[in-house]
C-alpha cells in the first residue's frame, strides 16, 4: 500500500494569515503516461462527510475559493489556504488515487490562533 | 443532482455480519468507468478505504480486509451494496459510500451512517 503522510498534525492560524499543510506519499504517485499527479485533498468539518477540494495535486473543484491551493508532484504535496477565513476551520485530508488501496493521510486539523 | 445514501443497522453484535447499501441517483453504472466505493471513519480518526465497485464489474478491496468484504451492485436499483462478516467492536466507524468516474478521485459522498459494534 502507499502511505500517505501528512505534516502537522495539526496547525493553530489567526484569521487572514496563510496555512499550509504537506503531504507526503511511501512512493511516486506521478503517473508518467500522462504526467498527472494522483493526488487530491478533502476538507472535513464536524458531523459532515469529506467534500473535495483539489484534484489532480493542483485542480481545484468548481466551487471552491481560490484562496484554495495545491502544489508539488511526485512524492510531496502542499495544501495551502492564503487567508484563513473562519468557515476553514476543518480536519484536511490528502489522499492517493494512483493504485488500489486508495489511501488517505491521517488528517491535519486546522484552528484559529 | 447527484446523491447518495447509506443505509444499515445501527447497532450490530460482535461476530455478526453487517450489510450496508448505498442508494444513490444523479448517476448510473450504465456510463463508462464510474464507480461507487465505501469508505469508513472511526469516531476521531483518519478515513479507510474499504471498497470499491465498477460499472464493468471490475471489485477491488483493501487487501487487510479483503476476507472479510464482499461489495455488490445493482444497476436496475442503482445500488450498492457491502457485506462485512465478523464485525468486531474496532470496526464501530461511520460508513460512507462515494462515487468516483474514471480515474477521478471520489467526487459525491453521502452523509454517512454509524455503526456500532457492541454486545
Known amino acids: 500500500d502507499i502511505v500517505m503522510t501528512q505534516s502537522p498534525d495539526s496547525l493553530a492560524v489567526s484569521l487572514g494569515e496563510r496555512a499550509t499543510i504537506n503531504c507526503k506519499s511511501s512512493q511516486s504517485v506521478l503517473y508518467s503516461s500522462n504526467n498527472k499527479n494522483y493526488l487530491a485533498w478533502f476538507q472535513q468539518k464536524p458531523g459532515q462527510p469529506p467534500n473535495l477540494l483539489i484534484s489532480?495535486?493542483?485542480t481545484r473543484e468548481s466551487g471552491v475559493p481560490d484562496r484554495f491551493s495545491g502544489s508539488g508532484s511526485g512524492t510531496d504535496f502542499t495544501l495551502t489556504i492564503s487567508s484563513l477565513q473562519a468557515e476553514d476551520l476543518a480536519v484536511y485530508y490528502c489522499q492517493q488515487y494512483y493504485t488500489d488501496p486508495w489511501t488517505f493521510g491521517q488528517g491535519t486539523k486546522v484552528e484559529i490562533k | 443532482q447527484i446523491t447518495l445514501k447509506e443505509s444499515g443497522p445501527p447497532l450490530v453484535k460482535p461476530t455478526q455480519t453487517l450489510t450496508l447499501t448505498c442508494t444513490f441517483s444523479?448517476?448510473?453504472?450504465?456510463?463508462?468507468?464510474?464507480?461507487v466505493g465505501w469508505i469508513r471513519q472511526p469516531p476521531g480518526k483518519a478515513l479507510e478505504w474499504l471498497a470499491v465497485?465498477?460499472?464493468?464489474?471490475?471489485?477491488r478491496y483493501s487487501p487487510s480486509l479483503k476476507s472479510r468484504l464482499t461489495i455488490t451492485k445493482d444497476s436496475s436499483k442503482n445500488q450498492v451494496v457491502l457485506t462485512m462478516t465478523n464485525m468486531d467492536p474496532v470496526d464501530t466507524a461511520t460508513y460512507y459510500c462515494?462515487?468516483?468516474?474514471?480515474?477521478?478521485?471520489?467526487?459525491?459522498w453521502g452523509q454517512g451512517t454509524l455503526v456500532t459494534v457492541s454486545s
Open positions: 444523479g448517476f448510473s453504472f450504465s456510463a463508462s468507468r464510474v464507480g
Open positions: 462515494a462515487r468516483r468516474r474514471g480515474n477521478d478521485p471520489p467526487d459525491s
Open positions: 489532480w495535486a493542483s
Open positions: 465497485i465498477y460499472s464493468n464489474d471490475d471489485e
